[in-house]
């Protein structure tokens, strides 16, 4: 599966594409099959996220997971101190991501 994903212009935030909209969590990410480039541009265009581009992903009974492990640290937040991630309160939040 491919999913699209970039920056939110104001905040910085990552953000992936669901759909019908942005969203800071990966588990509300869409399959964008072979229309992320578009769909990425389009978005750049109105200003909805910055620097937009595709990955690969897996589905899992959880949502989907990036391929790459670049991709799984932007989509778990900081690794620095587990309370900044996305997932402060998952004690096995950093498992995720290796």
Known sequence: MKLLTGNDLPSGDVIW???????????????????????????????????PYVI???????????????ERIRALGPTVRPDLTLKPADPQAGSWVI
């Open 56 to 70: 690969d992903a897996t589905r899992t009974e959880d949502g989907p997971r990036p391929a790459h492990i670049k």
């Open 17 to 51: 594409w669901t759909g019908n909209g942005w969203s800071r969590h990966v588990e509300d990410a869409a399959d964008v099959a072979d229309k992320g480039e578009a769909i990425g541009r389009a978005e750049e265009s109105v200003q909805h996220v910055t620097g």
